[in-house]
Structures are given as structure tokens and as C-alpha cells.
């Protein structure tokens, strides 16, 4: 591993490469990746500003993405509803056509009994007939 143009080798170096701190070593800084005792006051404010700064982006840039994927969001949940909506419909509509055919067949059904009966009828005068 190489930091800063020195070669570490264990974790132990990583304490003696330019003032970094040993991860976990528990430091004060909120940043760990520096010291700020290490330098000068007019350095650490302009480091300071440059993370500040960072955060700002960074917040923004979530925040952007969050906006985003809400608006994403909400044309979907749209767009589902509206899907909804048709499917919705086209079962009505499924459900209208179901019934008339279902009347047809009764009606079929008992034109059906009524020929048949009627033929039933006709059956002993067409006996007479023959």
C-alpha cells in the first residue's frame, strides 16, 4: 500500500507516514484522514472551508438525487394508477360481455327446450300421418 509517495506496510506504519492517524486509533478530528494540530491555523481554516465546501456539494448532490428518485417516485405511482385505471375498466368490461353471453345461452337453451317440446308434440301426429 502507498500513501503519499511512502510505501506502508502494516497499519503500524500508517502512524508514521506525514502525521496520518492509525485507523481506529480514536483521534479528536472529525476528519480523520488528517491532524489538525499538525499544521497551521491559516492551513486547517482553508481545510476547513474545503470540507465545508464539500459537504455543501455533497448535500446537494443527495439531495438532487433524493428529488429525483421522488419524482421518479411519483411518475410511477402515475403511471400504476393509471395501468389501474384501464385494467380496471377492461374487467368491467369483461365482466358486461360475460354476462350478456351467459343470457344468451339461457335464451339458446330454452329456444332449445321449447323446439324439442314442440317436436315432442308433433311426434304422435306425424305417427297418425305415416
Known sequence: ???DGETVKTKD???TVKG????GSGTVSPYASFRICN????EAKVEEEDHQTLKAVLLLASETSINARVGADAVMQSSLQQENLILRQ???AIFQENSLLKQAVVKQKRQQ???EDQSQELQ???KMIT
Do not use: A, G, I, V
Open 1 to 3: 500500500m502507498e500513501r
Open 13 to 15: 506504519d500508517l502512524e
Open 20 to 23: 496520518y492517524p492509525k485507523p
Open 39 to 42: 499544521k497551521d491555523s491559516e
Open 90 to 92: 377492461q374487467l368491467e
Open 113 to 115: 327446450r321449447e323446439t
Open 124 to 126: 304422435p301426429l306425424r
